[in-house]
């Protein structure tokens, strides 16, 4: 590809956040149930203080 492809904020970001949850359900395997719990806690944290329309 020659050209180059300009893309939002918005965009990226939303791009971005679906890579990661990609990569996260690939690797959810390798950490140990405490460090699940850990990290349902934090993204239920991260909901209530951000609102859910981060939540896409």
Do not use: C
């Not at 893309?7 to 959810?28: D, P, W």
């Not at 806690?41 to 609102?51: D, F, P, S």
Request: no cysteine.
């Amino acid at each position: 590809m020659s050209r180059k492809r300009k893309i939002s904020t918005k965009t990226a970001e939303l791009n971005a956040k679906e890579e990661y949850k990609k990569y996260k359900n690939l690797h959810l395997d390798d950490v140990s149930k405490v460090e699940k719990d850990y990290i349902k806690a934090l993204e239920n944290m991260e909901i209530k203080l951000l609102g859910k329309e981060n939540e896409k």
